[in-house]
């Protein structure tokens, strides 16, 4: 398993592998690797000959009083788990090397980064579809992984890829939970112990949430207001935003139908976190 640091190295090795007739999956993380970010490589691995793991903060999806500077980092135990999960290569470029002198360049989508995540953050998604479209650029792979916990995210990149023609499959990998139901993050490291125990009302308003569709509730307004109520139980929780709206469309939906997404953010002291489920009906 080799670190690379710059694009010219990344190419010089895919090339390789495309001359000898290999696959490439592409995994996008920010670092600070987890179980979810070990899913994805996982399926990388079992799905293509050789799996590309980039590790990059990217500045550019950070709002100015975002946690880009305290945002968790560890290279070496990063490159543990990648090389321990099968992964072939991690590409770890600094700043400058994705955005150099003069980079005035953008991904720039209407519409899909209008909702949830989007209204508290709204660079956000103009700094992933930017990063996300030049390291497809700069890898070319045939498949790139992302987790469901991000699913705004995920809808987002599938759309580009759509619209832009992009030539990548894009895999949706099911989110990870910690065994009390807490879905796996980089940000959990915030947490302090109390808001940690806390944190678990995330999980168990999604279980509430899928418990009340499965029940065949069809008012989306009925099923987020008792999501609310449960997260409002916990002291130390302050609700983002909690909404039920089209996986495709991310426009808010008042019945419960086809493609639906339940998704929420919320606040624990310094840790914003996100959950969700996703159904089809
Ligand atoms: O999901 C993330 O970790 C990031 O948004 C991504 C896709 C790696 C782009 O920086």
């Known amino acids: 398993m080799k670190i ?8 010089a090795q895919v090339k390789e592998w495309r001359k000898a007739g290999l696959s490439v999956g592409l995994v996008p993380t920010m670092g600070y690797l987890h179980e979810g970010h070990q899913s994805l490589i996982k399926k990388s691995v079992e799905q293509n000959d050789r799996t590309v793991v980039s590790v990059f903060v990217n500045p550019m999806q950070f709002g100015p009083t975002e946690d880009l500077e305290s945002y968790p980092r560890d290279l070496e135990a990063d490159a543990k788990l990648v090389e ?10 600094e700043p400058e090397e994705m955005y150099k002198d003069g980079f005035c360049s953008f991904v720039n989508m209407t519409g899909l980064p209008d909702a949830l995540c989007g209204l508290t953050r709204p660079v956000h998604f103009k700094g992933v579809c930017t990063v996300v479209n030049k390291l497809f650029n700069i890898v070319k792979p045939d498949r790139a992984y992302f987790g469901e916990k991000d699913a705004q995210q995920l809808a987002i990149i599938m759309r580009m890829v759509k619209d832009l023609n992009m030539d990548i499959e894009i895999v949706g990998c099911p989110i990870i939970r910690e ?15 109390e808001e ?21 509730e ?6 987020v207001t008792a999501m609310k109520e449960l997260i409002n139980s916990e002291p130390l929780a302050t609700i983002d935003y909690v909404e039920m709206v089209d996986m495709d469309t991310m426009k808010a939906i008042d019945e419960v139908k086809g ?12 840790a914003r976190l996100i ?5 089809t009906l």
């Open 275 to 279: 959950d969700n489920f996703i159904e």
């Open 84 to 93: 321990s999960t099968g992964g072939d290569l991690i590409f770890n470029p």
């Open 179 to 193: 065994a009390d139901g807490l879905a796996k993050s980089s940000r959990n490291i915030y947490l302090t112990p």
């Open 259 to 270: 493609h639906v997404l339940c998704a929420m953010a919320v606040k624990f002291g310094k």
């Open 196 to 216: 940690r125990k806390a944190a678990v009302i995330l999980s168990k308003s999604v279980a509430l949430g899928k418990k009340m569709v499965a029940e065949g």
């Open 218 to 223: 069809k008012d989306a307004k009925k099923i």
């Open 4 to 11: 690379v640091k710059t694009v010219d190295e990344v190419r």
